[in-house]
């Protein structure tokens, strides 16, 4: 799809990336509605197929919290596992890490904020409370799973305001020590800018060798797309998206949702990257979505389609362009 090279895109041209997508989980825990069992099993199979890297299938949690992901257990247990693509699940403690093991994750994501306040609002503990529940589950992962920590509120909290970046690189730390094998810097409520993002992500690579690292952003504000491309830049080359931008935040008050998968590889494959991604495939999934949630998605290339549409010329055209030639001409 790329239209060739571009002066300032030239390392982007071939370069991997990698593309997870969180709409089964993300998204549709922010959703009023219960899709049904048999279309979430429909959904994640359909995306198995599209070529992405990772689906992260459900949570498995509290389900009087999340009734949206009640079914967890049934939905992992029943997809269709595609070779090369990894199967993931959010967990917040040991007794939801013991399900997904059970229901045969590929990889836990687990998560704690970088804000002590927005901590105690989504997984009602203090951060060191988290912590220490989830370096229990690293231990019991053992080699059963991969393990991928989610930080939280990286950039920002929308009750604390700024956070200081050292408690996101002080819990990096602590859980490249117990052994994760990615961690993901969470922009929850949309507050990253992209000079942000280029200078959180220098560096991390050397770091954390040997650690694959993530991008999750929201375009709350309508930087998500933007803060891709400076994470780029800067070598990042995971990015976490949902399909037709579903998602957000219950606790930033207008937060309208993550970067939108279909949006993300249409741009990236534009610039040159190699995603190994279906886009077709994956727009079709998109016009499944509407049906399943009852309103309308946010995703701009399922509507528009790719750039590389042509369409047909205006029904006068040659009638229009002989009349400039031969103004033209005069």
Known sequence: MSTGPWPGLEGLEGR??????????????????F???????????????????????????SARAIPALSDADEVMRRIE??????????VLNVRGAERALDARADELDLVVSASETHNLANARMTR??????????????????????????????PMEGPVAFDDVLDIGDEFVAAGVTGISLCDTTGM???????SAC????????????????????????????????????????SLGGLGGCPFAPGASGNVCTEDLVHMLEAMGCATGIDLGALIDCAARLPGLVHHDI??????AGPATIRHPRPADFDEIAARAHARQRL
């Not at 990253?192 to 280029?198: G, I």
């Open 81 to 90: 596992r595609v070779p090369g693509v990894v199967y993931a699940a959010l």
């Open 202 to 241: 220098a560096g991390l690579a050397q770091r954390w060798p040997g650690v694959e690292l993530t991008l999750h952003l929201h375009d709350t504000r309508g930087m998500g797309l933007a803060n891709v491309l400076a994470g780029l830049e800067a070598g990042v080359v995971r990015f976490d998206a």
């Open 128 to 157: 060191r409370q988290s912590r220490a529940a989830l370096r229990e589950v690293c231990r019991i992962a053992g080699r059963q799973a991969r393990v991928n920590l989610s930080i939280g509120t990286a950039f920002g909290c």
């Open 35 to 61: 899709v049904p069992t048999d279309d979430k099993v429909r959904m994640v199979d359909a995306l198995g197929r599209t070529g992405l890297s990772k689906i992260e299938v459900t949570s498995f949690t």
């Open 192 to 198: 990253a800018n992209p000079a942000q993002v280029r």
């Open 16 to 33: 991997r990336v990698h593309v997870h997508d969180v709409v089964m989980r993300d998204g549709l825990q922010n959703e009023p509605v």
């Open 298 to 303: 946010r995703g701009q290339v399922w509507r």
